[in-house]
């Protein structure tokens, strides 16, 4: 198993949770990783990126200001924290990893697939 997210659950609106995406060491360096999600009847979308090293994170819209990606080296482990969370934040997520080093909002650019961890945000 190349990328194994965790993390998801039940949570209220206005709640936190962090979503945990560990990776093998191979996977993990030198790539971009990233978040998506997909909410039921919809199409897969972008959440967030962060680049290996210094390069830098992106975000969609709709959550910016609200969530932050982060990456534990150490760890091969990067990490979505989620506050201020909205129903219509309710989707599987996914975590992936990049094809280059650079983050990307193309889901087409990433290489490796979690299996996704299911976020509900009840009202």
């Known amino acids: 198993v190349q990328l194994q997210a965790s993390g998801g659950g039940l949570v209220q609106a206005g709640g936190s949770l962090r979503l945990s995406c560990a ?10 990783m990233g978040w998506f999600r997909q909410a039921p009847g919809k199409e897969r979308e972008f959440v967030a990126t962060k680049g290996w090293g210094d390069l830098g994170s ?28 909205k129903p219509e934040d309710t989707a599987v997520y996914y975590c992936a990893a990049a094809r280059s080093s650079s983050g990307t909002v193309v889901a087409e650019n990433y290489r490796y697939w979690g299996q996704g961890t299911l976020v509900t945000v009840s009202s």
């Open 58 to 85: 992106s975000y969609a819209n709709s959550v910016k200001g609200r969530f932050t990606i982060s990456r534990d080296i150490a760890r091969n482990t990067v990490y979505l924290q989620m506050n201020s969370l």
């Open 23 to 32: 990776a093998s060491r191979r996977t993990f360096s030198n790539n971009a």
